[in-house]
């Protein structure tokens, strides 16, 4: 059982190149979210999605985009990198039940944008 | 204002030495409240729940205080493989598993 995955695992990119984050889980659940993880600043809610086909903003979306085509599938997407999207960028799930609110997350995926 | 604030530490402390973290809220409509754990380049992990009673897990025990919107966490007789940093985390109402992460507060313990 794997959990939760994150590819890649590390990235480097220049000002203005674009990418995609790919986090993957297979427990079946229906919520996925998107954090990025800055020094001091604690983890900070991108993008979520209630379900397949269905996604929201969080606190912090500029420059991001998110797309959930698949259930098992959360996807970020940065269009024109900055510098200020340096950050360890966290995915997670969670079961849509009452009661029920551990959010699992993936290893993490260290971008620096130079 | 933070919506959770923590101390960052670190707190530096001996193996068999008891700590206690706290942790402050500003929503007083939050309605659950966790520990999590993350040790260095990894990712968080649940470590507990936080129930209104207090609860205890093994060396582990968190309390909660609605009305001073306060959490704590104490750890008893600190292993060196407590060293990490412990996240104060809040679910505020709302339809969907929204949790506010707090900066956490870092903990090393040496021999």
């Known amino acids: 059982n794997a959990g939760v995955t994150q590819t890649p695992k590390f990235r480097v990119l220049k000002t203005g190149q674009s990418m995609t984050l790919l986090c993957a889980q297979d427990?079946?659940?229906?919520?996925m979210y998107w954090y990025r993880q800055d020094p001091g600043m604690g983890l900070r809610l991108i993008h979520y999605?209630?379900?397949?086909?269905?996604?929201a903003k969080g606190e912090v979306p500029d420059g991001y985009n998110v797309s959930r085509l698949k259930k098992q599938n959360f996807l970020l997407g940065l269009e024109s990198a900055a510098p200020s999207q340096t950050s360890v960028y966290f995915c997670?799930?969670?079961?849509?039940?009452?009661?029920?609110?551990?959010?699992?997350f993936g290893p993490g995926t260290r971008l620096t944008v130079t | 204002r933070k919506e959770v604030e923590q101390d960052p530490g670190p707190f530096n402390v001996p193996e068999g030495a008891t700590v206690a973290f706290n942790c402050t809220y500003s929503?007083?409509?939050?309605?659950?409240f966790f520990w999590y754990r993350q040790d260095c380049r990894k990712e968080p992990k649940l470590l507990m729940s936080?129930?209104?009673s207090g609860n205890e897990d093994g060396r582990f025990t968190a309390q909660l205080n609605r009305a001073s919107q306060y959490i704590s966490l104490l750890i008893r007789d600190s292993k060196l493989s407590d060293s990490a940093t412990y996240l104060c985390?809040?679910?505020?109402?709302?339809?969907?598993?929204?949790?506010?992460f707090g900066a956490g507060t870092r903990l090393a313990v040496h021999p």
């Open positions: 929503n007083s409509a939050s309605q659950s």
């Open positions: 985390v809040v679910r505020p109402s709302g339809g969907y598993n929204k949790l506010i």
């Open positions: 427990m079946n659940h229906e919520y």
């Open positions: 936080v129930y209104s």
């Open positions: 997670a799930s969670s079961a849509q039940r009452e009661f029920t609110y551990e959010q699992y």
């Open positions: 999605s209630v379900g397949e086909g269905t996604t």
